[in-house]
């Protein structure tokens, strides 16, 4: 019996590894910049400056993980920032309204995320194709109405403002909104039946569709879901920088991507880690500043988040195996 | 209403090939039926029908008396008429828990849809004691699917749709690449069904596993009933020969179509 009960144990804890090798990673990674540049590393401003930055791939990262968790990919979130950045300054800029600019803007965010669910679902088109078309569509879209010119936004005078991107204490409100993103979608997925039929969808498709689960529906909800994270990143661009750009999100793509593999979420589909995403948000978004910080060119950061890429996956995988 | 399911004059087609040519096919309280035939023979077929997955073209289906509207039933449908199908492949998603698999698309769950893990990870608790039988060592409520053999599978499924009070458990080749050991752990829980008054549909090309278990054959060729038999009226040698006459008469007749 009590050999019985230290296997259950070992289970339970082997659950959990690569959760756990994650976070000495994490720690590791950070220990060397504390290492190599102690000046940097050991002040908190810096620290400041990643809660700042680092909200803007999480929240795309969390979206992700939820259509990787249902075996699909959305690579047109960049643009969708970027289209939903337009719609909020030009909404703004005309009613003077914080709440119809919000609305409009995260509205232009659940379309798109509909058409792509849509045409996977209902069409039969694969996700990646579908995604890759509508990025090049909306990324287009938004340079021909806004001419492809910069616009500002006088947002900092409205209390929203202070909501979004002002300061608690020395903590940055975006990152709050982050931690509370990532809570809220980690109760979504792992203790919410919607969460359920996702990572069902994700294992297998027939079997959550034989019991019932109305499968497009869910699927179109998750790119919706997508949709709107990444309106919520380009508002909050909007915000941090009081201005609109067109080539806004442009270099979000592969590091949200690489956040949520990072994190331990598979492209099979099945298995996700919220926890994971939010943690390894914090390792791409900070791999560039320790890099340069340590005195290596700026060079150095692609073949170091391609380094970790490789050797965090391969262990993720191989965790599983021995499972 | 003295039959669970009654089909008469049940047709078929996918685009243009006719899969079922005038079905009756019945199955009665606490009755196993085991439905035998050769691939295409129209089985899979007649089960998605009666699962609620296909509608039929034409014909009559009545189930517990209701008569059913081809255009209106759906597997939701036929789950609250408490018909369940366990398809082999398809029954659990290999990536997930146990407790999971047990409540896919029927989860306890609170007013605003999360979930009460901790009730259903005691229900399956139970279901496990209970209904299958598990006291096994290394199976938990926590166990990963893709952990469980080919016949703790089947066993997981069987006691899925009986915890949920189906009437009618329809298997489709439930032994299918299941070692003997493994074959008679699902042959035990088709016992069960029988034994919880339950009724059961089985699929099966293998005579020797649906001879003990049913309490009647239907064969099935070519999109026809060719043949039903109780199970006291012939013995497994019998029965065997009976079929073997059909699929004789029934390559006779593929290799006269081709020299046609």
Redesign the interface.
């Known amino acids: 019996m009590d050999n019985l009960e230290t296997k259950y144990k070992v289970k339970r804890f082997s659950r959990y590894k690569s959760q756990i090798g994650l976070v000495i990673m994490t720690a590791s990674i950070f220990v060397l910049f504390m290492i190599t540049s102690p000046e940097v590393f050991l002040r908190g401003r810096i620290y400041q400056s990643f809660l700042s930055t680092v909200p803007f791939i999480g929240f795309m990262a969390l979206g992700l993980t939820f259509v990787l968790a249902m075996g699909e990919i959305d690579l047109s979130f960049p643009s969708v920032m970027a289209l939903s950045g337009f719609i909020f300054t030009i909404t703004f800029q005309t009613t003077n309204s914080v709440i119809l600019a919000l609305i409009c803007s995260i509205l232009s965010g659940v379309i798109v995320g509909f058409i792509n669910g849509t045409l996977v679902t209902s069409i039969g088109i694969p996700s990646i194709v579908v995604t890759l078309g509508m990025q090049f569509l909306i990324r287009g879209f938004s340079n021909i109405i806004s001419n492809g010119l910069a616009r500002t936004v006088a947002v900092d005078k409205t209390i929203s403002y202070k909501i979004f991107v002002g300061k608690l204490g020395p903590i940055p409100a975006q990152s709050i909104w982050f931690i509370g993103l990532a809570i809220f979608f980690y109760f979504l997925l792992f203790r919410h039946k919607f969460g359920e039929h996702v990572l069902f969808i994700g294992d297998n498709q027939e079997t959550a569709r034989m019991m019932g689960v109305n499968v497009n529906r869910v699927k179109i909800i998750v790119f919706m879901l997508m949709g709107v994270t990444a309106s919520l990143a380009g508002i909050l661009s909007c915000y941090r920088m009081r201005t609109w750009w067109p080539t806004m999100g442009d270099g979000y793509m592969m590091m949200t991507m690489a956040a949520a593999f990072v994190g331990g979420t598979s492209m099979a589909g099945g298995e996700a880690s919220i926890f994971g995403t939010f943690l390894a948000s914090f390792i791409i978004g900070s791999l560039e500043a320790g890099i340069v910080a340590a005195g290596l060119s700026g060079f150095w950061t692609r073949f170091v988040c391609g380094l970790l890429i490789l050797i965090s996956v391969t262990v993720h995988v191989l965790v599983k195996r021995k499972k | 209403m003295d039959k669970l399911v009654e089909m008469t004059n049940i047709y078929k087609s996918y685009e243009g090939v006719v899969a079922l040519k005038g079905i009756d096919f019945e199955v009665g309280f606490n009755e196993v039926v085991g439905v035998l035939g050769d691939n295409g023979a129209g089985k899979s077929t007649l089960i998605k029908i009666i699962s609620g ?1 296909h509608c039929f073209d034409a014909g009559e289906m009545y189930i517990k008396g209701v008569k059913i509207n081809p255009k209106k039933y759906s ?2 449908m036929a ?1 609250s008429m408490g018909i369940e ?1 366990v ?1 082999q ?8 828990t146990l407790w ?1 698999n047990i409540f ?4 306890i ?1 609170n007013k ?4 009460n ?1 901790k009730k259903e990870k005691e229900e399956t608790d139970k279901i496990m004691h209970d209904v299958m039988g598990f006291r096994g ?2 199976v ?1 409520v ?1 166990s ?1 699917i893709k ?1 469980l053999s080919g016949g703790e599978k089947q066993g997981v499924a069987i006691s899925r749709a009986m915890y949920f009070e189906a009437d009618l458990v329809i298997l489709d080749e439930p032994t299918m690449a299941l070692s003997l050991q493994e074959v008679k752990k699902v042959l035990k829980f088709i016992q069960t069904i029988k034994d919880k008054g339950k009724s059961c549909v089985y699929i099966s090309h293998n005579i020797a596993n649906v001879y003990p278990v049913s309490d009647r054959f239907v064969a099935i060729d070519r999109g026809k009933v060719v043949g039903s038999y109780n199970h006291e009226d012939l013995s497994l040698e019998e029965l065997s020969e009976e079929l073997i006459k059909y699929t004789k008469v029934s390559t006779q007749i593929n290799q006269g179509e081709r020299i046609l």
Request: overall charge positive; charged content about 30%.
């Open positions: 997955a597997v939701k789950h199908t398809y492949e398809k029954a659990l998603a290999d990536k997930q999971r896919l698309g029927r989860q769950t605003l849809g999360f979930i893990i060592i290394g938990d926590d990963v952990t």
